[in-house]
């Protein structure tokens, strides 16, 4: 049986048009076979959830379907049947491949410009940064870096001036990050100038 819903998504007007047919005869072929898998994977009783793959409509145009599999089990807990429950999800992705072609424009532009951003957390006292501010800072490349890791990232002779500054300016008199200073790569040693800048934002009871 097949709902209206997925054979409109699918391009089709009967459902006689899909008997005899698997949920993988509709996928781009080139997926097909990780669907297969992950079918398989379940038959194994291993739970794949939520699997994200091209579909190609009658007509010929392919689009983006999210497919959820389920088991219907007899009174001994066997399968009889596979309900898959799809929903066409090609805005979403269209939506995040834009977003990928704009943090990709936006890291070269920094790469090229040297500018680097970040966003902190003052509460957890972490803050992540972008890939040309960790060039920048020379630091790993993970998620997030901890305050106590910029101030190392400081020059020795700056490190106290800017914990003070953060401290009793920023923080204390709630004002913006404005602030040039030396830092030491922590990759090749090299002594260099930024220019901070950061807007503080407030919470409902003026918190930053």
Request: glycine content about 8%; some cysteine; overall charge negative.
């Amino acid at each position: 049986m097949v709902s209206p819903v997925s054979l409109r998504m699918l391009g089709y007007e009967k459902e006689e048009e899909l008997i005899g047919q698997l949920i993988t005869d509709f996928l781009f072929p080139d997926d097909r076979q990780e669907a297969a898998n992950n079918i398989a994977l379940m038959f194994q009783g291993v739970m794949t959830g939520l699997g994200e793959y091209r579909a190609v409509r009658k007509d010929g145009t392919v689009f983006y379907m999210e497919v959820n599999g389920e088991f219907i089990r007899d009174g001994e807990a066997e399968p009889l049947q596979m309900v898959f429950i799809i929903r066409d999800i090609s805005l979403r992705k269209l939506a995040e491949e834009q977003l990928k072609e704009s943090e990709h424009f936006l890291n070269e532009t920094q790469r090229v410009s040297k500018i680097g951003s970040y966003k902190l957390d003052i509460t957890e006292g972490k803050w992540e940064a972008s890939a040309e501010l960790k060039t920048i800072f020379g630091i790993p490349d993970k998620s997030q870096q901890t305050f106590e890791e910029w101030i190392s990232v400081v020059h020795p002779d700056e490190q106290k001036m800017m914990q003070n500054y953060f401290s009793k300016e920023v923080l204390g008199k709630k004002q913006r990050f404005d602030k040039v200073y030396k830092i030491i790569n922590q990759k090749n040693g090299n002594v260099c100038w930024v220019h901070g800048i950061g807007d503080l934002e407030f919470d409902q009871n003026g918190i930053p």
